[in-house]
């Protein structure tokens, strides 16, 4: 589903971002293109963004971050009270096996502890700080630290 904002420019689902990387697209490239949508751009428009369920994944690498995915929608749902959609509740999108995103040992206590609990019932396992947006970030040091965006170097 193309969802077009102004003609020289189209909002990017997560179906799009997901072939895109089945594709060979640099993964944080197509779902960062996604997130920039759903956070900045294409706010009003975030139920079309997540509406069309993914592809099949064509390998066992690919169904990792098909799950990943759908873990990603459901935790954005969640966060921004948005409804789910269904397919994101497949059992398809449930890893046999834990995938530690970092792979040394040293990571997965921490890992374990703060994943967000739609990655972890899928056994994803990626911390609490893979979301980290400038948008955010931005909120955070205006209101906490009384910081102006032009004096973050955002303005």
């Known amino acids: 589903m193309a969802i077009h904002a102004r003609p020289q420019y189209r909002y990017h689902t997560m179906s799009e971002a997901f072939d895109q990387i089945c594709q060979g ?35 066992p690498t690919l169904h990792r971050w098909a799950a990943f995915c759908a873990a990603m929608v459901e935790w954005l749902c969640e966060k921004d009270n948005v409804p789910c ?12 096996k834990p995938w530690f995103y970092y792979e040394d040992e040293e990571s997965r206590p921490w890992l374990l502890a ?42």
């Open 25 to 59: 697209e640099t993964k944080w490239v197509a779902l960062g293109n996604f997130l920039n949508d759903w956070w900045r751009f294409a706010v009003n428009y975030r139920q079309e963004l997540i509406a069309t369920p993914l592809a099949p994944a064509p390998n």
């Open 114 to 155: 703060t994943t967000f609990s739609p990655f972890k019932v899928r056994n994803i396992f990626v911390g609490n700080r893979v979301f980290l947006n400038k948008w955010d970030l931005e909120k955070e040091f205006v209101v906490l630290h009384r910081w102006t965006p032009e004096e973050m170097g955002m303005g």
């Open 85 to 96: 959609p269904e397919w994101v509740k497949q059992e398809c999108y449930i890893l046999a």
